[in-house]
């Protein structure tokens, strides 16, 4: 199946320039890694996951390899199973590795809220995943989310009596869930704006703290109960309908270049996401993309993290509890692998009529 014309354009424009992949229909132009993602959908989002289960996986690729282009295959998998995805390009920035709120925070602010189907810019962060999945409720009847009797409708009451009776490890972040809903419904903005900002883990002051009580939320989201709170955005995702959460993060070469104190943090914190993943995080896939770099140079340097992420083999059909994503080893040999991508874009390229 070939792409429409327009996107068939942007995909060959965007590849041809800059050989970066656009975050959408990777789908149209994707080969050799089939094997791979096959097994992750039968293992994992098919059937561990949305039990329940929880996964960690380290995707391994040079720069230019593939790893962004396999998270975005990924992604589209996940979708296709149901479930939510966050996509996080991470820098020392963004996310020091210091503060985990700061981690919390950027899946927050990167969960994509996305329509099976629709080509058009996906919009991301908590709120807007939350207001997406409300308003598809309300939308069939043709009513808008503040319109009368929207709170009323069968899907929307019985969605309210679900997440009432679901336990959600912090009763601050299940009140505040609730909270946003009846915020959208009752056409409250600044109730909305309010809590908004504290689901994506911003600084709340202590005035508007007090304001958050009045509705049951009464601790801030910090570095303390970072994950506490991450395990309830899992509950959450999963109690609104979803399968699960795949947690897609594109380290690039940030590790490589933290050093001393800041690396050793980073490692550890990376090592607590990988034991949280057995048993705390349900229904969530870890997924981290770093260059060969960080398993020779660094990893070494820490052996409670090398025992958990080191392997006899790398993750296959054959072999699918490594925890190990190895780009270099792929379906097919490198030139039949630019031959058969070559042939996918002759086709868009006539799809355009180039």
């Avoid at 800059?18 to 990777?26: A, D, I």
């Avoid at 960690?56 to 149901?82: I, M, P, Q, T």
Wanted: charged share 25%.
């Amino acid at each position: 199946m070939l792409p429409e014309p327009r996107l068939a354009r942007q995909i060959i424009e965007a590849l041809g320039q800059s050989g970066t992949p656009l975050s959408k229909g990777v789908s149209y132009y994707n080969v050799g890694n089939d094997s791979l993602l096959n097994a992750i959908d039968a293992h994992y989002l098919g059937s561990y996951l949305s039990d329940g289960g929880a996964v960690f996986k380290l995707v391994v690729g040079d720069y230019g390899s593939g790893k962004s282009h396999f998270l975005y295959c990924v992604r589209d998998r996940a979708w296709e199973r149901n479930f939510a995805v966050s996509k996080v390009d991470l820098s020392p920035k963004e996310s020091p590795y210091d503060d985990q709120r700061w981690d919390y925070a950027a899946v927050a602010s990167n969960i994509i809220w996305h329509e099976l189907g629709d080509m058009s810019e996906d919009e991301r962060g908590l709120t807007r995943f939350l207001e997406g999945t409300l308003r598809r409720m309300v939308l069939p009847y043709g009513l808008d989310l503040e319109d009368p009797g929207a709170a009323e409708l069968p899907e929307v009451r019985a969605m309210f009596q679900t997440l009432a009776a679901t336990p959600i490890d912090s009763l601050s972040y299940h009140k505040a869930i609730q909270g946003y809903f009846n915020a959208l419904l009752r056409g409250q903005e600044l109730r909305q704006e309010l809590l908004g900002r504290w689901l994506h883990g911003e600084e709340i002051s202590p005035e508007d703290l007090r304001d958050l009580r009045s509705i049951g939320v009464t601790e801030k989201i910090n570095k303390n109960n970072a994950f506490k709170m991450l395990r309830s955005l899992c509950q959450a995702v999963r109690t609104l309908g979803y399968s699960g959460l795949a947690l897609l993060f594109d380290e690039g070469d940030r590790m490589l270049s933290v050093g001393g104190r800041s690396e050793k943090i980073a490692t550890d914190n990376l090592r607590e996401v990988i034991d949280r993943c057995r048993e705390d995080l349900p229904g969530a896939m870890f997924i981290y993309a770093v260059p060969p770099a960080f398993i020779h140079d660094i990893v070494p340097k820490y052996p409670a993290l090398q025992q958990r992420i080191q392997a006899p083999g790398y993750f296959s059909r054959a072999n699918p509890f490594s925890p190990q994503i190895n780009l270099d080893h792929l379906d097919i040999p490198d030139d039949q692998l630019l031959t058969q991508s070559g042939d996918l874009f002759c086709d868009n390229d006539a799809r355009i009529g180039n």
